[in-house]
Structure formats: structure tokens, C-alpha cells
């Protein structure tokens, strides 16, 4: 009895020990280093070796071809792809929690043109000095904005995204109309092809209203296009205008006639790609991505060949399209900060950004691809798309842009199913938005 | 159904012998549709994908080519899984039935303290885990290896192994081992020989049960290993995508999916002939 | 916990002591151990580690526009925050989310998996196919299955077909609610299933036997000599599955979506904090949903088994005196 009570204490008193010592570690994990790897010091990117290249999936299969071309010349400077799950969520995840332990596991980061601020206000990515990227007034200056937080450069953008408006051209033509730049027009438009027999059942239009970024996407082109802002340039939020309430009931106004459908308030990018495709809408919103999937004649589409692409329409003339694409940035973590700049180099130059948009039609960076004849001949859809970029907006570049996000589908979703008037719902995010954005 | 109900009620005698036979075919019909779905969704064409007819306009294996092709690394993550899956399983049963047996046959104080402690460890969100877990692992520099998937899966199954083995060892007998150590076995071969058959329907469940739970973990495997060639299966179908990067593929998740679940069917049915195995082997002593 | 029920073990533990010899304690805490090592290691660290965070904040803006490092200790501000304001009735909202969804699952489960069990066990033809099949749901990786029951309840998905409506499931509204229920039952039902099956494996025949000798009808079988005695697999079955049901997170994110108030559990707050990379609040809601689960799983306990394994131990000692009569 006392043996066995002695050795209980002595196992309790270890157990403290073992937990103390992990506690300790703890404590010293979270607190050492914390001047970091002088992440935020704007000086001369050095180190050279092999570095890791964290990106989501490799969809085409061309992100190999890329980094092999950059092996093939850097033989001690080799490229390793690191690939993260297909959801944008989890790939924030993966990279935020190795920056939390300061780990060395990624050196290049393909970050969403949202996370800049975020990653960069952390520490997390290296300032990139403007004079070592020389080709950056090449570059659309719109996407450039996006790799920058506090008028200093943190990433370089590499790829692009904007906005298109499908229509199904057959369905015009017969009804005798053009393509629309005003949601008047378009309304018009969607009447008389309605109209047409084939077209009774087709509603009118949909983009991405599932309470998630494509929201965001959407809630920000309504304002804009009708002349409002979500954030000014002051970096203010200035929701609760005139202009944004003209906006947003274009889409509140859409749902209530039945012109967008009650089933787009479910749709994300592929639920209303797949809608267009089985013809069961006139006018859609949808990335580049689309234009080659819709297109396939393998039975999957019923439209192709039926449709056209343009710029998207706005109130009083075209509209503006929110900015997409992806950032390359450099983890602050990373010991070989050289190899990672000259790579970023590499990957955004004319060159493989041309080889790149051939491969996978991913909207290009650098300017002068969307006058490329022989681009443009494979990619019809690049002269609307270099004009929904080139006016594009970006969404507001702050480092809490998750709850800004989430503040914006909160009002925008409440207003298009109906709970919320859309001018309290304006109102209500203007009050979030000012807590939120405090610089 | 409802009328296939009422016409078996209105018959009474045929009662008692078809109302069993449609419970199982109602459960069976429960238990497949979906996974039904999920096969047939797997053998569309990946260009009607979208269908909702029962069955696929034209049959196509395209779905499982594309899980299987080169640079998917899908072969490699299965055998990672089952390597991951399979060790978890062995180390809990071994470190499970050891503890399982202490609580279930010793009497010692605190034993209901260490069962409490057991199971509050699996009541904390596993979600709120992973940050912790890799500071740790990245300090003790595990991170990429086989070892950090499987010691927190092996955490995970712990709790509800040794809890359900205690309660199967605490359900045999005493007697057992007293006669068998009276014939002179020690108490390690009494286990052995005598009560492990007895227990062997709630060893061999623990067993599948931990072996699906491992095979299925994705939280900690995503989060503490970025190399492709240890990367499970699970890992490897949550970065599955289309051509485009938004365009989702569906199918061949589906696919995945189907190839992922059938061996563990198959492994579990074998498992089962085990069960019955064991059970008359321990009727007979 | 620990305290109280120490506090009922003595009696008989007095009167077996003296059964085992003096070094039990020290060959139980050999014995138990690896298991403790190992949940240590993994789980009572972070546990650990997760409840000091909740005292702490980060995560500041500075006039640089850096975020300010470090951290500072705030008490329990981040506990009083919670519990504030509109943070507070979202927090109630996925409280009873959580409960909701706890208990209509565990309930529906239960039914079924008890179903299930007994159909299994039952000798009859294609056996095997209806344990395998009983299975499925219970093996197809939770990430398959989440993305397969939304594109089930897709507004263009199977679902509508066959039901020729179109709800739109992923809204707010009890048809989300339904499709959580209705994914989450047909995927762990067989969990139980399979715990109880066992439990009914180790029923010895004899003691059937015996009560049809004694002109036992079905329904008296099953619940004076089948339940009783299957009840401690039950119970821990059950108990396992309120542990994990309480912290339900995957279904309702991928099904239905984050941010929708129906369907939003304390695991989905807990996530959508740290995904903020508000470790602090965070870890403030998982040790709040800690809480209750240890409460949960205590009063279940309590009232349900007195204890679960002390139960065990009864009904073993019955069975086994049943199966010596019997044979």
C-alpha cells in the first residue's frame, strides 16, 4: 500500500515534470525568434539552393513543364513543386500554419491576389525591392496593385482573372440584338429572346451567389459597375451610397422578377457553368475558364459554338470586373530568398507566361500576350478579357480580409434571399466595414 | 415501398418470415444508394458528368483512368494509407487490449480516473489540434514523416479502444482464467488462449473500426506532410482538379472514392469470416 | 470526475484486493503506460497548449501596418467576449446547432445501428452481402462522402430529381438542417452497428436457449436477456458517438457552407477563428465546447450506466453465471 502510494506520487510528480517541460516548450516556441528571418527589411533578396514552390493543384499539368524549363538551366537551384489541396481554404491553411512555426518547408508561395496584405502585414513574405523586378511595367498595372500592400511590393502576379459575360449568341442573333453593356440593355435584350420559343424556359441571368468569395465577387462588380464603392481609394469603406443601392438591387431586383433564376442563390462557379451549358441561361457571369469547357463538342455542352463573350455590362455603360488571379511572393522563412526572386522572375516573364496561357488558358499578366494574333486566334475571348481586366477592381486589400469578406456575403447574401432590405443590408456592412478597416 | 409494407402486414402468416427479409432489404437499400451514386457517377463519361439518369448513358472507365495516371501519385498515396492505416491499427490493438485488459482485470486505485482521462482526450475539437501538433512535430522534426500521421491517429483510436475493450474483457468471465491458470497457464497465456478468442467478435470490430478511422484521417495528414511520396490517398483525392483549376472533377473523385472504399470492404468481410473463426475456436475450449 | 467515482469504487474493490498482490498498482501503471505516453504526447499537449492560448491575444495591427508580434495575456477577455453581444447570440445559435444536431443523430443512430446489428446477426442467406454492404457508408473516406452528398443535394442534384421539387438544400432553413441529419445518419449508423454486433457475438447461444426453453417471447428476449447484456458495447458506442457528434464539423462546412446560421456548430466557430488566425478566440471556443463535451459525456454517464464499465461488470458476471447453467 505505501509502495503503491509512493510510486503514485512519483508518477504524478513526473507527469507534472513531462507537462511542465512541454509547457515550457510551448511558451518558448511561441515567443523565440520573434524578430523573424528580417522578413519586412526591403534590402537584397540572398541565398542560393534548391527551393520549394508551394501552389495549389498543377491543373494542366504545365506547371511541371515550367519548372522543369527553370531545372534545366539551374542545376544547384532546382525548383521543387510543393502541391496543396484543390481548395483555396486549405491552401491558405497549409501556409499560414507553416509561417506560424517559421517553417523553411516552402520558399515561393502562389498566393491569392486576396492574401497579399495578409501575408505580407504578418511578416509571413519578403518585401520584393521594385528595381530587381524590372519587367513590372510590363505587366497589366492592375494586377501589379494586387501584389502590393502599403505601396510596397510583396508579390509578383503571374496569372490573372476577370470577369466575362457569356451570352448565348445564337439566341441574339435570331431575337436581332447585340451583345449588352448596361443591365438595361441586357434586360431588353433577355425580353425579346425570350420571346423566341426555344428560349421560354431560360432564365435570364446568374453569376456565383452561394454565400462564399464568389459573392464577394459578384456583391463588388453590382456596386462598382453602378459607380459605388465597397472600399474607396482612400481605403475607406463608403458602402452606404446611392450608387452601391443601385447596384446591389440590380441583383436584388433580378432575383424578385425571376430574371435570376432562385436556384443561382446556390450557384457557384460550376453549378452556373453547368446551367449555361445545359442552355438554361441567356447571360451568365463566369471567369475565362469557362470559354473552353462550354465549348467542347463531346456532349457535354449543349451551347457550344452557340455563344459569344464580352466585357461585363454596368449601369450607365460597361461594367467592372473584380480582379482575380494569383501572386507569387516569397516566404519570409526561406533561406535561399536569391533562387526564389530569380524564379518568380522566370515564371512572370514573357516567355513563359506566353508558354503558359498556350498550355492552360489561364488569363496572362503581361500586357502585350492579349495583342498576340495568334493568341488571340486561339483565345477569342482575350480582347474582352484584357478590357475586363484592364478596368477591373481589386477587392479591398486589407489584412483582415477574411472578415471583410465574410462582412460582405453576410449583407449581400441577406439581401438577395430577402431577409435584409438591401439599404439596411448597405447600411448594416458600412458599420461592420468601418470597425474592420481601421487605417 | 409503403404499398410492399402493407400488402406484407394484410398477409399474417407470411408475417414473421418477410418482415426480416424486407428490414434487410430496406437497410441494404439505405446502405448502397448513395454509394450507388457514387459508382455510377464514377462510370459516367466525365462529359455527362452532370446526368441524373439511373444508369450511365454511355458506361466509360475514363473516370478511373484519369485517378490512375501518371503524376496523380494516387497508387503511391493508397499504399501510403495502407502502410499509415495499418500500423495504427496493429500499434492500438497491441497498446489498446494491453491497457484494455489492466482496466478490465486489476484492481488498482485511480482506475477510473485513468478511464476518465482516456476518454477526455478525445473530447476536444480535432480542428484545434493541428496548430499545436506541428509546432511540436516541427520542433522534434517530424514533419514528412510516416510517424506524424500515424501517432496522432493512433491517439485518436486510443480512447474508444481501450473503452470498448475494457468493456468486452470486464464482460468474460473470471472464471475463465482461474481454471485455465489452475492448469497451470500463466496469466499472459490464460489471456492469450482463453479470454482473446471469447473477445474476439469486439477485438476484431475495434480493429476495423480503427483501421477505417486511420484509413479515412485527413486533417493531420494534409497538415503535417507536403511530400507527395508520403502523401495518403485522401490527401492526394482533396487535390484532385479539373482542367481549369474551378472546374471540379467530380468523376474522378467519385472514382477515387470507389477505389478507396472497396478494399476496405473486402478487408473487413475477410476480417468477418475471422470473427465467426474465433468465436467457435473459443466455444470449443 | 475522477473524485466521485473513486469515491463509489471501495466496496468491492476492498473485498477483491486481497486477491492480487502488492505490486498490482505498480504492474497497472506499467501496463497502462504506452497508452498514457502516446495521449499525452499527442493529445493532452495540445490540449494543454490550446487552453493557455485562451488566455492570450495577437494579432494587432501596429502603425507600420505590420502586424504587432507576440502576444499578450488578456485573462479570460476572450471567454467575456464570447459571450457578448451579437459573438454571444451567434455563439447560443451554434450551441443549440450543436445540441440539436448531437441529439437527433445520436438518437436516429442508435435506432438504426441497433437495426442493423440485429439483422446482421440473424442467420439467413446473403449475410455476408449485408454486412458488407451495412458497411459502405461507414468506410467511404469523409471527404468523398461530404462531396458526394452535395452534389446529391446539388439544386440540379439527384435529390431534386427524384423528389421532382427543387429545394434548395445548401440555404438556410431546415431543409440544410435535414441534409446534415440525413448525410451524418447514413454515415455513422453503422459505426453503432458494428459495436453492437460484436456486443451481440459475445452473447453466449446457450443463454437464447435457455429463454426458449423457459417460453420466452421475441420481444422478452430482446429486452430482458438481449439488451441488458449488449448494453455495454451500446453504451460505449453511443457515448463515442455523442463525443464525435458534438464536434460535428465536416458535414455542415461542406454540405450547407461556413457562415450559415442553421447549420453553424461550435467546431465550425472554433475553425472559422483560427482561420482568421485569431488563435486566441479560437482556442477560447474549442475549450468552451471541451467543457460541455466533458459535461455531456459525464452526465451521460452517470445517469445512463451509473458507469459504463462498472455495468460491464455486472452483466459479465451474470452472463458468465448464465452460461455455466446453460451448458
Given at each position: 500500500?505505501?509502495?503503491?502510494?509512493?510510486?503514485t506520487?512519483?508518477?504524478?510528480?513526473?507527469?507534472?515534470?513531462?507537462?511542465?517541460?512541454?509547457?515550457?516548450?510551448?511558451?518558448?516556441?511561441?515567443?523565440?525568434?520573434?524578430?523573424?528571418?528580417?522578413?519586412?527589411?526591403?534590402?537584397?533578396?540572398?541565398?542560393?539552393?534548391?527551393?520549394?514552390?508551394?501552389?495549389?493543384?498543377?491543373?494542366?499539368?504545365?506547371?511541371?513543364?515550367?519548372?522543369?524549363?527553370?531545372?534545366?538551366?539551374?542545376?544547384?537551384?532546382?525548383?521543387?513543386?510543393?502541391?496543396?489541396?484543390?481548395?483555396?481554404?486549405?491552401?491558405?491553411?497549409?501556409?499560414?500554419?507553416?509561417?506560424?512555426?517559421?517553417?523553411?518547408?516552402?520558399?515561393?508561395?502562389?498566393?491569392?491576389?486576396?492574401?497579399?496584405?495578409?501575408?505580407?502585414?504578418?511578416?509571413?513574405?519578403?518585401?520584393?525591392?521594385e528595381?530587381?523586378?524590372?519587367?513590372?511595367?510590363?505587366?497589366?498595372?492592375?494586377?501589379?496593385?494586387?501584389g502590393?500592400?502599403?505601396?510596397?511590393?510583396?508579390?509578383?502576379?503571374?496569372?490573372?482573372?476577370?470577369?466575362?459575360?457569356?451570352?448565348?449568341?445564337?439566341?441574339?442573333?435570331?431575337?436581332?440584338?447585340?451583345?449588352?453593356?448596361?443591365?438595361?440593355?441586357?434586360?431588353?435584350?433577355?425580353?425579346?429572346?425570350?420571346?423566341?420559343?426555344?428560349?421560354?424556359?431560360?432564365?435570364?441571368?446568374a453569376?456565383?451567389?452561394?454565400?462564399?468569395?464568389?459573392?464577394?465577387?459578384?456583391?463588388?462588380?453590382?456596386?462598382?459597375?453602378?459607380?459605388?464603392?465597397?472600399?474607396?481609394?482612400?481605403?475607406k469603406?463608403?458602402?452606404?451610397?446611392?450608387?452601391?443601392?443601385?447596384?446591389?438591387?440590380?441583383?436584388?431586383?433580378?432575383?424578385?422578377?425571376?430574371?435570376?433564376?432562385?436556384?443561382?442563390?446556390?450557384?457557384?462557379?460550376?453549378?452556373?457553368?453547368?446551367?449555361?451549358?445545359?442552355?438554361?441561361?441567356?447571360?451568365?457571369?463566369?471567369?475565362?475558364?469557362?470559354?473552353?469547357?462550354?465549348?467542347?463538342?463531346?456532349?457535354?455542352?449543349?451551347?457550344?459554338?452557340?455563344?459569344?463573350?464580352?466585357?461585363?455590362?454596368?449601369?450607365?455603360?460597361?461594367?467592372?470586373?473584380?480582379?482575380?488571379?494569383?501572386?507569387?511572393?516569397?516566404?519570409?522563412?526561406?533561406?535561399?530568398?536569391?533562387?526564389?526572386?530569380?524564379?518568380?522572375?522566370?515564371?512572370?516573364?514573357?516567355?513563359?507566361q506566353?508558354?503558359?496561357?498556350?498550355?492552360?488558358?489561364?488569363?496572362p499578366?503581361?500586357?502585350?500576350?492579349?495583342?498576340?494574333?495568334?493568341?488571340?486566334?486561339?483565345?477569342?475571348?482575350?480582347?474582352?478579357?484584357?478590357?475586363s481586366?484592364?478596368?477591373?477592381?481589386?477587392?479591398?486589400?486589407?489584412?483582415?480580409?477574411?472578415?471583410?469578406?465574410?462582412?460582405?456575403?453576410?449583407?449581400?447574401?441577406?439581401?438577395?434571399?430577402?431577409?435584409?432590405?438591401?439599404?439596411?443590408?448597405?447600411?448594416?456592412?458600412?458599420?461592420?466595414?468601418?470597425?474592420?478597416?481601421?487605417? | 415501398?409503403?404499398?410492399?409494407?402493407?400488402?406484407?402486414?394484410?398477409?399474417?402468416p407470411?408475417?414473421?418470415r418477410w418482415?426480416?427479409?424486407?428490414?434487410?432489404?430496406?437497410?441494404?437499400?439505405?446502405?448502397?444508394?448513395?454509394?450507388?451514386?457514387?459508382?455510377?457517377?464514377?462510370?459516367?463519361?466525365?462529359?455527362?458528368?452532370?446526368?441524373?439518369?439511373?444508369?450511365?448513358?454511355?458506361?466509360?472507365?475514363?473516370?478511373?483512368?484519369?485517378?490512375?495516371?501518371?503524376?496523380?501519385?494516387?497508387?503511391?498515396?493508397?499504399?501510403?494509407?495502407?502502410?499509415?492505416?495499418?500500423?495504427?491499427?496493429i500499434?492500438?490493438?497491441?497498446?489498446?487490449?494491453?491497457?484494455?485488459?489492466?482496466?478490465?482485470?486489476?484492481?488498482?486505485?485511480?482506475?477510473?480516473?485513468?478511464?476518465?482521462?482516456?476518454?477526455?482526450?478525445?473530447?476536444?475539437?480535432?480542428?484545434?489540434?493541428?496548430i499545436?501538433?506541428?509546432?511540436?512535430?516541427?520542433?522534434?522534426?517530424w514533419?514528412?514523416?510516416?510517424?506524424?500521421?500515424?501517432?496522432?491517429?493512433?491517439?485518436?483510436?486510443?480512447?474508444?479502444?481501450?473503452?470498448?475493450?475494457?468493456?468486452?474483457?470486464?464482460?468474460?468471465?473470471?472464471?475463465?482464467?482461474?481454471?485455465?491458470?489452475?492448469?497451470?497457464?500463466?496469466?499472459?497465456?490464460?489471456?492469450?488462449k482463453?479470454?482473446?478468442?471469447?473477445?474476439?467478435?469486439?477485438?476484431?470490430?475495434?480493429?476495423?473500426?480503427?483501421?477505417?478511422?486511420?484509413?479515412n484521417?485527413?486533417?493531420?495528414?494534409?497538415?503535417?506532410?507536403?511530400?507527395?511520396?508520403i502523401?495518403?490517398?485522401n490527401?492526394?483525392?482533396?487535390?484532385?482538379?479539373?482542367?481549369?483549376?474551378?472546374?471540379?472533377?467530380?468523376?474522378?473523385?467519385?472514382?477515387a472514392?470507389v477505389?478507396?472504399?472497396?478494399?476496405?470492404?473486402?478487408?473487413?468481410?475477410?476480417?468477418?469470416?475471422?470473427?465467426?473463426?474465433?468465436?467457435?475456436?473459443?466455444?470449443?475450449? | 470526475m475522477?473524485?466521485?467515482?473513486?469515491?463509489?469504487?471501495?466496496?468491492?474493490?476492498?473485498?477483491?484486493?486481497?486477491?492480487?498482490?502488492?505490486?498490482?498498482?505498480?504492474?497497472?501503471?506499467?501496463?497502462?503506460?504506452?497508452?498514457l505516453?502516446?495521449?499525452?504526447?499527442?493529445?493532452?499537449?495540445?490540449?494543454?497548449?490550446?487552453?493557455?492560448?485562451?488566455?492570450?491575444?495577437?494579432?494587432?495591427?501596429?502603425?507600420d501596418?505590420?502586424?504587432?508580434?507576440?502576444?499578450?495575456?488578456?485573462?479570460?477577455?476572450?471567454?467575456a467576449?464570447?459571450?457578448?453581444?451579437e459573438t454571444g447570440?451567434?455563439?447560443w445559435n451554434?450551441?443549440?446547432?450543436t445540441?440539436?444536431?448531437?441529439?437527433?443523430?445520436?438518437?436516429?443512430?442508435?435506432?438504426?445501428?441497433?437495426?442493423?446489428?440485429?439483422?446482421?446477426?440473424?442467420?439467413?442467406?446473403?449475410?455476408?452481402?449485408?454486412?458488407?454492404?451495412?458497411?459502405?457508408?461507414?468506410?467511404?473516406?469523409?471527404?468523398?462522402?461530404?462531396?458526394?452528398?452535395?452534389?446529391?443535394?446539388?439544386?440540379?442534384?439527384?435529390?431534386?430529381a427524384?423528389?421532382?421539387?427543387?429545394?434548395?438544400?445548401?440555404?438556410?432553413?431546415?431543409?440544410?438542417v435535414?441534409?446534415?441529419?440525413?448525410?451524418?445518419?447514413?454515415?455513422?449508423?453503422?459505426?453503432?452497428?458494428?459495436?453492437?454486433?460484436?456486443?451481440l457475438?459475445?452473447?453466449?447461444?446457450?443463454?437464447?436457449?435457455?429463454?426458449?426453453?423457459d417460453?420466452?417471447?421475441?420481444?422478452?428476449?430482446?429486452?430482458?436477456?438481449?439488451?441488458?447484456?449488449?448494453?455495454?458495447?451500446?453504451l460505449?458506442?453511443?457515448?463515442?458517438?455523442i463525443?464525435?457528434?458534438?464536434?460535428?464539423?465536416?458535414?455542415?462546412y461542406?454540405?450547407?457552407?461556413?457562415?450559415?446560421?442553421?447549420?453553424?456548430?461550435?467546431?465550425?466557430?472554433?475553425?472559422?477563428?483560427?482561420?482568421q488566425?485569431?488563435?486566441?478566440?479560437?482556442?477560447?471556443?474549442?475549450?468552451?465546447?471541451?467543457?460541455?463535451?466533458?459535461v455531456?459525456?459525464?452526465?451521460?454517464?452517470?445517469?445512463?450506466?451509473?458507469?459504463?464499465?462498472?455495468?460491464?461488470?455486472?452483466?459479465?458476471?451474470?452472463?458468465?453465471?448464465?452460461?455455466?447453467?446453460?451448458?
Amino acid at each position: 500500500m505505501r509502495f503503491e502510494r509512493s510510486h503514485t506520487r512519483k508518477a504524478v510528480a513526473l507527469t507534472v515534470a513531462s507537462s511542465l517541460v512541454l509547457f515550457a516548450a510551448a511558451c518558448g516556441s511561441g515567443d523565440d525568434g520573434s524578430g523573424g528571418s528580417g522578413g519586412s527589411s526591403g534590402g537584397a533578396l540572398e541565398g542560393r539552393g534548391p527551393i520549394k514552390f508551394a501552389t495549389g493543384k498543377d491543373t494542366s499539368g504545365n506547371l511541371k513543364n515550367q519548372v522543369d524549363a527553370w531545372n534545366a538551366q539551374h542545376a544547384d537551384e532546382k525548383v521543387e513543386i510543393t502541391e496543396l489541396p484543390e481548395s483555396a481554404d486549405q491552401q491558405r491553411n497549409q501556409m499560414i500554419s507553416n509561417a506560424q512555426i517559421k517553417s523553411t518547408e516552402f520558399s515561393v508561395l502562389n498566393l491569392d491576389v486576396v492574401w497579399t496584405a495578409e501575408f505580407a502585414a504578418n511578416r509571413w513574405i519578403t518585401e520584393l525591392p521594385e528595381d530587381q523586378f524590372p519587367d513590372l511595367g510590363k505587366l497589366l498595372p492592375s494586377t501589379v496593385e494586387t501584389g502590393k500592400y502599403r505601396d510596397k511590393l510583396y508579390a509578383v502576379p503571374v496569372t490573372s482573372d476577370g470577369g466575362l459575360l457569356y451570352y448565348r449568341k445564337d439566341l441574339l442573333d435570331k431575337a436581332g440584338v447585340k451583345a449588352p453593356t448596361t443591365w438595361a440593355e441586357m434586360k431588353d435584350a433577355c425580353a425579346k429572346v425570350k420571346a423566341l420559343p426555344e428560349a421560354k424556359a431560360a432564365s435570364c441571368y446568374a453569376g456565383q451567389f452561394e454565400k462564399y468569395e464568389g459573392l464577394t465577387v459578384n456583391f463588388s462588380e453590382a456596386i462598382n459597375g453602378a459607380g459605388g464603392v465597397v472600399v474607396g481609394d482612400d481605403g475607406k469603406p463608403n458602402v452606404d451610397t446611392p450608387e452601391a443601392l443601385e447596384g446591389l438591387n440590380f441583383l436584388v431586383d433580378g432575383f424578385k422578377s425571376g430574371e435570376i433564376p432562385k436556384a443561382a442563390i446556390t450557384y457557384q462557379e460550376e453549378p452556373g457553368r453547368r446551367a449555361f451549358q445545359e442552355g438554361n441561361l441567356i447571360f451568365h457571369r463566369n471567369w475565362p475558364y469557362v470559354y473552353a469547357l462550354a465549348n467542347k463538342t463531346d456532349g457535354s455542352s449543349k451551347i457550344a459554338g452557340k455563344f459569344g463573350v464580352a466585357p461585363l455590362p454596368g449601369l450607365k455603360g460597361p461594367g467592372v470586373s473584380t480582379l482575380g488571379g494569383h501572386n507569387y511572393a516569397i516566404s519570409a522563412f526561406t533561406p535561399n530568398k536569391a533562387t526564389a526572386a530569380d524564379f518568380i522572375k522566370f515564371m512572370s516573364s514573357e516567355e513563359r507566361q506566353k508558354a503558359n496561357v498556350e498550355k492552360t488558358s489561364q488569363a496572362p499578366t503581361w500586357a502585350s500576350l492579349y495583342d498576340d494574333p495568334e493568341l488571340n486566334k486561339q483565345f477569342p475571348y482575350l480582347a474582352p478579357l484584357k478590357a475586363s481586366i484592364g478596368s477591373a477592381k481589386s477587392r479591398p486589400q486589407v489584412v483582415k480580409y477574411g472578415d471583410v469578406t465574410t462582412a460582405i456575403q453576410e449583407a449581400a447574401y441577406g439581401a438577395l434571399n430577402g431577409t435584409t432590405p438591401p439599404k439596411d443590408a448597405l447600411a448594416g456592412l458600412q458599420t461592420k466595414l468601418s470597425t474592420l478597416i481601421t487605417q | 415501398m409503403a404499398g410492399r409494407i402493407d400488402v406484407k402486414a394484410a398477409e399474417a402468416p407470411w408475417y414473421r418470415r418477410w418482415l426480416p427479409l424486407l428490414g434487410v432489404g430496406l437497410i441494404v437499400l439505405y446502405c448502397l444508394l448513395p454509394f450507388y451514386w457514387m459508382i455510377v457517377s464514377a462510370l459516367r463519361r466525365p462529359s455527362d458528368q452532370f446526368d441524373n439518369s439511373i444508369v450511365p448513358k454511355v458506361w466509360s472507365v475514363d473516370n478511373f483512368k484519369d485517378v490512375f495516371q501518371a503524376g496523380t501519385g494516387f497508387g503511391r498515396g493508397l499504399l501510403n494509407s495502407l502502410i499509415v492505416a495499418g500500423t495504427v491499427t496493429i500499434l492500438t490493438l497491441i497498446v489498446g487490449m494491453v491497457a484494455a485488459y489492466t482496466l478490465a482485470r486489476l484492481e488498482f486505485r485511480f482506475k477510473n480516473a485513468v478511464l476518465a482521462i482516456i476518454i477526455t482526450t478525445s473530447m476536444f475539437p480535432g480542428i484545434s489540434l493541428v496548430i499545436p501538433l506541428k509546432k511540436l512535430f516541427s520542433d522534434i522534426e517530424w514533419i514528412n514523416t510516416y510517424q506524424a500521421m500515424i501517432v496522432p491517429s493512433l491517439s485518436f483510436a486510443l480512447p474508444l479502444a481501450v473503452w470498448n475493450l475494457t468493456a468486452f474483457f470486464r464482460q468474460m468471465p473470471r472464471e475463465l482464467e482461474q481454471a485455465a491458470m489452475v492448469d497451470g497457464c500463466t496469466p499472459a497465456q490464460a489471456f492469450r488462449k482463453v479470454i482473446l478468442p471469447l473477445a474476439a467478435p469486439g477485438v476484431f470490430t475495434t480493429a476495423i473500426i480503427t483501421f477505417i478511422a486511420a484509413w479515412n484521417e485527413f486533417l493531420i495528414a494534409v497538415s503535417m506532410v507536403n511530400r507527395k511520396d508520403i502523401q495518403t490517398a485522401n490527401v492526394v483525392i482533396a487535390a484532385f482538379t479539373g482542367t481549369s483549376g474551378r472546374d471540379q472533377p467530380f468523376g474522378s473523385q467519385m472514382a477515387a472514392g470507389v477505389v478507396v472504399t472497396i478494399p476496405l470492404v473486402i478487408a473487413v468481410l475477410i476480417f468477418q469470416r475471422r470473427i465467426v473463426a474465433g468465436l467457435t475456436a473459443g466455444g470449443v475450449k | 470526475m475522477s473524485q466521485s467515482a473513486s469515491a463509489v469504487e471501495p466496496p468491492p474493490s476492498k473485498v477483491r484486493r486481497t486477491s492480487f498482490n502488492e505490486g498490482t498498482g505498480r504492474l497497472a501503471a506499467l501496463l497502462l503506460s504506452p497508452t498514457l505516453i502516446v495521449l499525452v504526447l499527442v493529445v493532452v499537449y495540445p490540449i494543454i497548449s490550446a487552453l493557455r492560448e485562451s488566455l492570450y491575444t495577437s494579432g494587432g495591427i501596429g502603425d507600420d501596418g505590420f502586424v504587432v508580434e507576440g502576444t499578450q495575456f488578456v485573462g479570460l477577455d476572450n471567454f467575456a467576449a464570447i459571450f457578448s453581444g451579437e459573438t454571444g447570440e451567434r455563439f447560443w445559435n451554434a450551441f443549440y446547432n450543436t445540441t440539436f444536431f448531437t441529439v437527433t443523430c445520436v438518437v436516429l443512430e442508435t435506432l438504426l445501428g441497433v437495426l442493423m446489428a440485429l439483422v446482421m446477426h440473424k442467420a439467413f442467406k446473403g449475410r455476408s452481402i449485408v454486412r458488407a454492404s451495412i458497411l459502405v457508408p461507414w468506410a467511404i473516406p469523409t471527404v468523398v462522402s461530404a462531396l458526394l452528398w452535395k452534389w446529391i443535394f446539388q439544386a440540379d442534384g439527384v435529390a431534386n430529381a427524384v423528389l421532382g421539387t427543387q429545394v434548395l438544400w445548401s440555404t438556410e432553413g431546415w431543409q440544410s438542417v435535414l441534409s446534415v441529419i440525413i448525410a451524418d445518419t447514413w454515415k455513422t449508423a453503422p459505426f453503432i452497428g458494428l459495436l453492437v454486433l460484436a456486443g451481440l457475438q459475445t452473447i453466449p447461444d446457450e443463454v437464447y436457449e435457455a429463454a426458449k426453453v423457459d417460453g420466452a417471447s421475441p420481444w422478452k428476449t430482446f429486452t430482458r436477456i438481449t439488451l441488458p447484456l449488449v448494453k455495454p458495447a451500446l453504451l460505449v458506442a453511443v457515448l463515442f458517438r455523442i463525443l464525435d457528434t458534438l464536434r460535428i464539423f465536416d458535414l455542415p462546412y461542406v454540405l450547407v457552407g461556413p457562415n450559415k446560421e442553421s447549420v453553424e456548430t461550435l467546431s465550425i466557430l472554433a475553425f472559422l477563428e483560427a482561420n482568421q488566425t485569431r488563435y486566441g478566440p479560437a482556442a477560447a471556443y474549442a475549450t468552451l465546447l471541451f467543457v460541455y463535451v466533458a459535461v455531456v459525456a459525464y452526465a451521460f454517464v452517470k445517469l445512463l450506466g451509473a458507469d459504463v464499465i462498472g455495468e460491464a461488470r455486472q452483466t459479465g458476471k451474470k452472463a458468465g453465471r448464465r452460461k455455466k447453467g446453460g451448458a
